[in-house]
């Protein structure tokens, strides 16, 4: 991947990601959440417990070069920020969904 292709897909990204969060913040303001067929005494919470998807910190970075464990088709998760570029595989995003990441010195949470 080269880095022009990593720049258009993440500015693809990050522009289909603020259009998601406009719908939902235009949308979320029509619910009723008064309407609903499932008695509330009968929805539980589902899902890991608080804290059961571990975050990644302080990650190892390797070029694409030596990534010999991401495929041809694999989707990343690009930044770019401070000068620092970096490529976050969804196929581990979407194990642990969070990454505590330092770009130059200023600290970002990157979330899947």
Not at 1 to 18: A, Y
């Amino acid at each position: 991947m080269t880095f022009k292709t990593l720049r258009i897909t993440t500015l693809s990204i990050l522009l289909v990601s603020l259009c998601l969060v406009w719908v939902w913040k235009t949308k979320a303001a029509d619910w009723d959440f008064t309407k609903h067929t499932i008695p509330l005494d009968e929805i539980e919470s589902g899902g890991p417990t608080k804290d059961g998807i571990p975050a990644l910190t302080s990650p190892k970075y390797v070029t694409a070069r030596h990534a010999e464990f991401m495929r041809n088709n694999d989707q990343v998760l690009g930044v770019v920020l401070n000068g620092v570029a970096r490529a976050y595989p969804t196929r581990i995003l979407s194990w642990h969904e969070l990454v505590n990441d330092r770009f130059g010195g200023l600290p970002v949470l990157v979330s899947w």
